[in-house]
């Protein structure tokens, strides 16, 4: 009986926390207003997005009253109550956001949310048409881009939550701490965040961009996102220097934010020694020339264009931005096949990147090689594993490397999973794997496959995709299980 | 306030998860990872596993820096070295000892800027005045 009422309790916590998280996503979903201020001709449509924002701020509102009824002092969150406050409250976001979509371009609740998911997750595959959308709805894209990369717990506990959030920070999958206090740490990546975004904006507004467009891009590729208010992406602008800054702050925007604070207290040797960072810079110099030479030497015959090209699409799949400077379709087999595997690789950890993450295939890697080490040792000797991590060596230990495998695995069967449905479908395997290790890696490349024709099957097997691969997995299987279980135990012990 | 804590104890364990709870940014070093245990869920400082005798492991845990260091090893011996450490090679403004044997605390009687607590003179201490306080029965 006292376990029961115990259990309560908790859940009155988590709806009030939960609570909080939606009335700031309702908070969010107002901002586009802002820029009522420069087009003033838009002024139409804030009905709408005033009402989507009510309807968020009230639902939380209602949940954080229902939750401090019972309100309990000195109470600490664990990994997995954090899971379900985060699943609920990005489910939550989710659902509010899609309203404007509905309301202003008359799209379906299945391509509306697909729209929305992609912009939390920080995807950018996308259904609207950016030519005629207005203003207020591209903004709105990148808001959500720009919130979802930096994650919206992270975000509520850097200014709004007490401090009792460290199961919360670990449930958004941002488990590295740059500062020993999760406020502090929080606060921190936001600064850090917050400060490349507006850099960004003037780095596009010098290289020749429209300020709106600065705005929306530089939003869209520091949290890896990939929206663009240009049909045909970045390649629109043909530009070199627009790519230059594009590839900058893709650059940034896929490296952990606690490496980041290593970069800007100027230890640039620490900076060389991570582990992602070598990962990254070994798959750089590795597969720019093979794709150049083995594949795309036919297509771009000039060899500047080739390295222009190559590059970019590599560290836009490898940063899971998505925004191209070409069209995929038309690329060789092999070409393709880099650029999935590079997809399935993905960004940093605690970065705003997805796919299986650059630390994870490291320290793979590395456990492959210092196992074969290992066998030519003496029998007797004893060695000590370490890479580094952030500013410190870690000392790697076999249960972690047993996590970290149980997480491939279980990415790369989602894969296939995905890939399964897709090729179901009728399409090819080359397009499925593209299309759906995109979507999963919420990386937002698109071979061609999605559009609003696309069957509503594909369009939810894509959506489900990207919201396990920003969540990874894990938490969503915990929160799940933890809602199940007490949820049996509740009923039985009525 | 920057606090590191060495020893992640009972007591060590204690004063850090109300010490983060209330908003201070504390890093803990302690020798035994399996102790991190005892921190409750919620810590959100750092944890640094090893020996803290060692200069190279203090600094990892950027000493140097601490506005507080609080020593609480269930070892007079190392208790006093740490502190010795933290006072004259990191110049922390600030330490905190706790002493196992009521006796050490003579060695800790005249530095500046250490103070030390033993947790048998205070046991000590509070039953004395509750007898003195309500006269013998």
């Known amino acids: ?494 | 306030m920057f606090i590191v804590i060495i020893g992640c104890g009972r007591t060590g364990s204690l004063l850090a998860g109300n010490l983060s709870r209330s908003g201070h940014e504390v890093v803990v070093i302690e020798h035994d990872p399996e102790s991190f245990a005892l921190l409750p869920v919620d810590f959100s400082g750092f944890q640094i596993e090893g020996d803290a005798a060692e200069n190279d492991i203090l600094k990892e845990g950027k000493i140097e820096s601490a506005d507080l260091v609080i020593v609480s090893t269930g070892n007079d011996q190392i208790n006093y070295l740490v502190s010795q450490m933290a006072k004259v090679n990191f110049d922390v403004p600030r330490i905190m000892v706790r002493t196992i044997d009521p006796a050490v605390e003579k060695m800790y009687e005249n530095e500046d800027r250490v103070e030390s607590f033993s947790q048998i003179s205070l046991l000590a201490e509070n039953m004395i005045n509750k007898i003195e306080r309500e006269g013998m029965r």
């Open chain 1, 1 to 494: 009986m006292k376990y029961k009422n115990l259990l309560i309790s908790r859940y009155f916590l988590i709806s009030k926390y939960t609570g909080i998280i939606i009335m700031f996503a309702g908070a969010a979903i107002a901002s586009p207003l802002l820029f009522l201020i420069a087009y003033p001709e838009e002024a139409a449509l804030a009905p709408h997005f005033l009402l989507a924002a009510g309807l968020s701020v009230l639902a939380g509102l209602a949940l954080y009253i229902y939750g401090s009824k019972h309100q309990e002092k000195d109470v600490e969150l664990s990994l997995n109550e954090g899971s379900i406050i985060v699943i609920f409250s990005w489910l939550g976001a989710i659902f509010f956001s899609a309203i404007p979509f509905i309301t202003i371009l008359d799209m379906s609740w299945t391509h509306s949310i697909f729209e929305v998911v992609s912009g939390w997750t920080t995807t950018g595959l996308s259904l609207v048409d950016v030519t005629t959308a207005p203003k207020l709805i591209l903004i709105w894209r990148s808001i959500m881009q720009f919130f979802g990369g930096a994650g919206l717990a992270v975000i509520a506990l850097s200014s709004l939550l007490p401090v009792h959030g460290m199961g919360l920070y670990m449930a958004e999958a941002r488990s590295d701490k740059l500062l020993p206090h999760v406020k502090r740490s929080t606060m921190m990546i936001m600064k850090i965040y917050t400060l490349y975004t507006i850099a960004g904006i003037f780095l596009y507004y010098f290289s020749g961009m429209s300020m709106f467009d600065s705005i929306n891009h530089s939003m869209a590729a520091i949290s890896t996102g990939g929206f663009s208010t240009q049909p045909d992406s970045i390649g629109h602008y043909n530009s070199l220097s627009i790519e230059v800054v594009t590839i900058v702050l893709m650059f940034l925007g896929t490296i952990n934010f606690a490496t980041h604070y290593t970069l800007l207290k100027g230890k640039i040797r620490t900076f060389f020694k991570n582990a992602e960072i070598r990962l990254m810079i070994t798959l750089f110099t590795l597969l720019t020339p093979i794709l150049m030479f083995f594949s795309l030497n036919t297509l771009y015959p000039r060899l500047s264009e080739n390295f222009r090209v190559t590059f970019f699409q590599i560290i836009t799949a490898l940063s899971t931005t998505g925004f191209s400077t070409i069209s995929f379709a038309g690329w060789p087999l092999f070409a393709n096949f880099i650029i999935i595997l590079i997809m399935l690789v993905g960004g940093g950890t605690g970065s705003t990147a997805g796919g299986i993450k650059q630390y994870r295939i490291y320290l793979i890697f590395k456990s492959i090689y210092w196992e074969i080490k290992e066998q030519f040792l003496p029998r007797r000797s004893v060695s000590s594993n370490y890479l580094w991590r952030g500013e410190n060596k870690f000392h790697v230990k076999d249960q972690h490397i047993k996590d970290v495998a149980n997480y491939i695995i279980l990415y790369l069967f989602t894969f296939f999973a995905g890939v399964a449905i897709h090729t179901a479908y009728g399409y090819s395997l080359l397009d499925s794997m593209f299309e759906f290790g995109s979507a999963l890696g919420t990386v937002g490349l698109s071979i061609g496959l999605i559009s609003p024709a696309a069957p509503a099957g594909i369009i939810w097997t894509q959506t489900i995709g990207m919201f396990l691969g920003r969540l990874e997995f894990f938490i969503i299987l915990y929160a799940g299980i933890k809602l199940v279980k007490d949820g049996v135990y509740i009923a039985k012990h009525d």
